[in-house]
């Protein structure tokens, strides 16, 4: 039980520390007018990595969220610049990107194809779509987003949570819920963990494959109506490459790549940490922006490389308290065994 | 095969090739047809010129990378790096070019720092065992970062002929980068197909674990094969640099890791690994660049690609995925089971 929780309470421990060095060196970075920045700035990165983690969890990969983001800008801007509502236009956006992800997800689960390739070939579409509705940035200048940037709940010390943040909180909040407490996010866990044995479990392998791909993208239009509302403005070539940041971010926050482990909580944490780096740079000023990457790039192997040490010890536990089946069985078999065993508990417990 | 057809008669290599060949035929005539002068070829200053060299010399890069990519998936991995390597490459041999090297050390120097980036991700998924999707993030995470971090965040210009020729000279009138991508691929299949080599990355491909048993070092072929592909995208990054007369860390090979996989999966080497094919990915390859040219010759918007790129990869997905020979079981099961039930009604008749 206590080792499921080891890789998050790694993770919060990286922010705390990060945030105590740059605490030394920059006092002010601890106030909540950082803090309050940190929300609104990261708002679309923190709701569009909830949607990730449910894929990544169910052992998948979405290569087209940050397309799809872009798509919503720019979908957005065009039709208000045409006279449609903003609230019509939110709900049509998010509808089609449910669609989007629905297709996406069934061709993943019926034609047995790896995720990534699907999602690339939705992140094209997303994106040539976005081209051909306008390759010009387009500004928002509708009364109901200046009313709702000016929206807030005031902090301590002047800091300001604006309503972008208040939405990727209250996200990463229901995402928290959905995975941890619903019949739903159990049945990502078990698909993560071994995809036959959750079939054999009764677990409906399509329904949820298809809902947890129309997940990621209605939260990626979601995220793509926050970026709008931050921007005021939709342009085709922006949000490109947040769906590396994205899966760094969940990666950092202690869900493993293989699918079967991982929490929404440590994800969110995983964007704080990406968006902590940023501020780090703009308070030094003499660092380049490019750091950002090298550093994610490093925490990155770092933890991928603690999550594989993690389950090739778990491994070895499992070799030196020998049942009579996997006695025999060869090295990389053990440690894929171990996966299932794992996901077992997971299922318990939730 | 109860008829033979005159597709059935064709030597083996031919006829698996057909598709593409086809896929082939079919772009460049849809060329022709929006630029009836699409095939015309004039020599002019010593250096052929014409729309049909032009797709081949600005298809060399993904043609170059998707060499390297091919073997990568065909031990059912991936290499997503690819692009970011590129930048490092042609950062490394503009930095170089600039400090007073010579063209043969800036070149070399590239290269060994592409096959190094090869080695670093063969470590991670050889001996680490990370998959390969997540291991080759890393470095296409950090990558353009360590490019930025040698051109110290600036695009790097560089005037050396000798290293500019690599893009813009010509051999005995082909465009160099054309030359370029034949000898790799001349090379390649010699390295892979005249040694047991590209046996042993198929047999990866199809199971790792039985062919450790078998006796096949999998860590170092595993190894060799991301060391090549790294080698590929470090010879692609060098004219990418050279093509443009500079290192422009952001943008050098952006996407191009996408276009890659593409033409591997055009030519029909199956993304769940055990086969490959790499005269067909070099056609995939000119495919792609075919369909780019004819886009951008009817007129139509560039942007317009990634739709039609989009649309290729779904029918390609659907061609290999087995849901044509699903319907056909389901079809044959209804059969049998529409005749079992029929001979029952004639056995209960008879009773």
């Known amino acids: 039980m206590r080792k499921r929780f080891l890789p998050l309470l790694v993770t919060i421990l990286v922010f705390i520390l990060a945030y105590a060095i740059c605490t030394l060196q920059f006092p002010k970075i601890l106030s909540w007018r950082v803090v309050g920045n940190l929300m609104t700035d990261n708002a679309f990165l923190g709701v569009v990595a909830v949607g990730m983690t449910f894929v990544i969890i169910s052992g998948g990969i979405d290569l087209s969220v940050g397309a799809v983001i872009a798509f919503t800008g720019v979908f957005l801007a065009v039709t208000i610049q045409h006279g449609l509502p903003p609230e019509l236009a939110f709900i049509l956006v998010i509808g089609i990107a449910a669609i989007f992800g629905a297709a996406m997800g069934a061709m993943i689960h019926y034609l047995r194809t790896p995720p990534f390739i699907v999602t690339l070939a939705g992140m094209f579409l997303a994106r040539g779509s976005c081209f051909l509705m306008t390759t010009n940035s387009v500004p928002v200048d509708h009364p109901l987003y200046v009313r709702l940037n000016e929206i807030f709940v005031q902090l301590p010390q002047g800091g300001r949570l604006s309503l972008v943040g208040i939405i990727m909180l209250v996200t990463v909040v229901a995402g928290s819920l959905l995975l941890h407490q619903t019949r739903f996010g159990t049945n990502v866990f078990a698909l993560g963990g071994n995809r036959a044995a959750a079939a054999m479990m009764g677990v409906p392998i399509a329904r949820t494959t298809i809902l947890i791909y129309v997940l990621s993208a209605t939260l990626s239009a979601l995220a793509g109506i926050v970026y709008s509302l931050y921007t005021s403005s939709g342009y085709s070539l922006a949000a490109v490459g947040v769906e590396l940041d994205t899966i760094a971010a969940v990666v950092i926050g202690g869900t493993l790549l293989t699918g079967g482990q991982g929490f929404v909580l440590g994800t969110f944490i995983g964007v704080l940490i990406q968006g902590l780096i940023q501020t780090y740079i703009t308070f030094d000023g003499t660092l380049s922006s490019w750091w950002t990457k090298i550093v994610v790039g490093l925490l990155l192997f770092a933890f991928i490389a603690f999550h594989r040490l993690l389950v090739v010890l778990s491994a070895r536990r499992l070799q030196a308290a020998p049942s009579p089946q996997r006695r025999g069985q060869p090295a990389e078999t053990r440690s894929a065994a171990s996966q299932p065993a794992k996901t077992s508990t997971e299922v318990r417990s939730t | ?351």
């Open chain 2, 1 to 351: 095969m109860s008829t033979e057809s005159a597709v059935t008669r064709l030597p083996a290599a031919l006829r698996q090739a057909l598709p593409q060949i086809i896929a082939l035929a079919a772009v460049l005539l849809a060329d022709w047809l929006i630029f009836p002068d699409f095939f015309q070829i004039r020599l002019q200053d010593g250096r052929l010129f014409g729309s049909i060299v032009d797709v081949f010399n600005r298809g060399a890069p993904v043609a170059i990378l998707s060499i390297g990519m091919t073997l990568v998936i065909a031990t059912r991995g991936i290499d997503l790096s690819v692009g970011a390597v590129m930048a490092i490459a042609g950062a490394v041999a503009a930095t170089l070019i600039n400090g007073g090297h010579g063209m043969p050390v800036a070149v070399l120097a590239a290269l060994a720092v592409g096959i190094g980036c090869g080695l670093w991700n063969g470590l991670l998924v050889a001996v680490l065992d990370i998959q390969p999707i997540v291991a080759t993030l890393i470095l296409m995470v950090a990558g353009r970062g360590i490019a930025q971090l040698i051109t110290e965040g600036q695009i790097v210009t560089f005037v050396d002929p000798a290293l500019i020729a690599v893009a813009n000279g010509n051999l005995l009138g082909i465009p160099m980068p054309v030359v370029i991508t034949l000898v790799m691929l001349a090379i390649t299949i010699l390295l892979f197909r005249s040694t047991a080599l590209g046996l042993f990355i198929e047999a990866i491909g199809i199971n790792r674990l039985s062919s450790t048993y078998a006796g096949v070092n999998t860590r170092i072929v595993l190894t060799i094969a991301y060391a090549w592909c790294g080698l590929t995208a470090a010879v692609a990054g060098i004219i990418a640099a050279a093509n443009i007369k500079g290192a422009d860390a952001n943008n050098a090979g952006l996407w191009l890791e996408l276009d890659a996989i593409l033409a591997v999966v055009i030519g029909g080497t199956s993304l769940f690994g055990g086969r490959f094919r790499l005269l067909l990915s070099f056609i995939g390859a000119i495919i792609i660049q075919a369909m780019n040219t004819g886009i951008l010759l009817s007129g139509f918007k560039p942007e317009f690609n990634l739709i039609v790129k989009a649309a290729v990869i779904i029918v390609i997905l659907i061609m290999q995925s087995n849901a044509p020979a699903l319907l056909q079981n389901r079809y044959r099961r209804w059969r049998e089971r529409q005749g079992r039930e029929q001979e029952r009604g004639t056995q209960g008749g008879a009773a």
